[in-house]
């Protein structure tokens, strides 16, 4: 059975840092790129960074996060994280991870599409002023 499962979510003072956790399972973990998705309530829900399969280091992070975020994993747990500075609160959302066979990740890409193969439970990000 796959399961993905996001956490590591909490309340946080804008400025700080969160680092949010994907535990997988059920899948050949290289097999699979894996992204983060965020939804804010009235908004549609948006890609924010990927890791590509086999974990070769390419990897993309949406324009408007890069030098704050950063995806990295931990092959040996089947792990995937999100670590998150200078946090703002328009970065309030809930925050999911999901998995694709068929996508590859890299910079040049314009987005990450929705239509991914496995989705986890999100994790709630709030960030206070």
């Known amino acids: 059975e796959v399961q993905l499962q996001a956490s590591g979510g909490g309340l946080v003072q804008a400025g700080g840092s969160l680092t949010l956790s994907c535990a997988t399972s059920?899948?050949?973990?290289?097999?699979?790129?894996i992204g983060w998705f965020r939804q804010a309530p009235g908004l549609e829900r948006e890609g924010v960074s990927c890791i590509s399969k086999r974990r070769d280091g390419s990897s993309f992070i949406v324009d408007s996060e890069k030098g704050r975020f950063a995806i990295s994993s931990d092959n040996a747990k089947h792990t995937v994280y999100l670590r998150m500075h200078k946090l703002k609160p328009e970065d309030t959302a809930v925050y999911y991870c999901?998995?694709?066979?068929?996508?590859?990740?890299?910079?040049?890409?314009?987005?990450?599409?929705?239509?991914?193969?496995?989705w986890g439970k999100g994790t709630q990000v709030t960030v206070s002023s």
């Open positions: 999901a998995a694709d066979e068929g996508l590859y990740c890299a910079e040049g890409m314009e987005e990450i599409p929705t239509d991914m193969d496995y």
């Open positions: 059920g899948f050949t973990f290289d097999d699979y790129a």
